[in-house]
């Protein structure tokens, strides 16, 4: 097999999404490949090794209820940066953008780390009086 390079990978890995193919993501995984999740809040769930992580994926790829969004890839070495949107209704309010902060090592995921934006009304009291100043 032919090792891929960051970019081949992080591609693949968002066609899974768009095209809802989570057989793509089958030899995307690294077997030490660790994930954090961008719910719950603060911390995200997080996900430990090859079988956790592919799980997870591949049930979210299959979802057809919701539509993955890539806005901006950047690669940088073994790194890469996703900024995404995820529309989980109709509307445009049905959705939320974050970004994945990805590595890659011998052609294969070895870490995604989740995060979104998050509407204002759900932050504490004292963070939106910091906020409005």
Same mark, same amino acid.
């Given at each position: 097999?032919? *090792?891929?390079? =960051? ?6 890995? !968002? $066609? @899974? ?13 690294? /077997? ?27 049930? *979210?790829?299959?979802? $057809? /209820? %919701? $539509? ?9 070495? /073994? $790194? ?19 970004? !994945?902060?990805?590595? %890659? ?12 934006? =998050?509407? @204002? /009304? ?12």
């Amino acid at each position: 097999m032919t *090792l891929r390079t =960051t970019a081949e990978v992080i591609d693949r890995f !968002n $066609r @899974a999404f768009t095209e809802h193919s989570a057989a793509v993501l089958t030899d995307l995984v690294g /077997d030490d490949c660790v994930m954090e999740t961008i719910q719950p809040a603060p911390d995200g769930a997080r996900y430990q090794g090859r079988t956790a992580c592919l799980e997870f994926w591949q049930a *979210l790829a299959e979802d $057809r /209820d %919701v $539509r993955f969004e890539p806005e901006e890839v950047v690669v940088a070495g /073994d $790194r890469a940066t996703i900024r995404w949107r995820y529309h989980f209704g109709p509307g445009p309010a049905d959705s939320v953008r974050g970004v !994945n902060l990805m590595r %890659v090592r011998a052609g294969l995921i070895v870490e995604a780390l989740g995060y979104s934006k =998050t509407g @204002a /009304d759900v932050l504490p009291t004292t963070v939106e009086a910091e906020l409005d100043r």
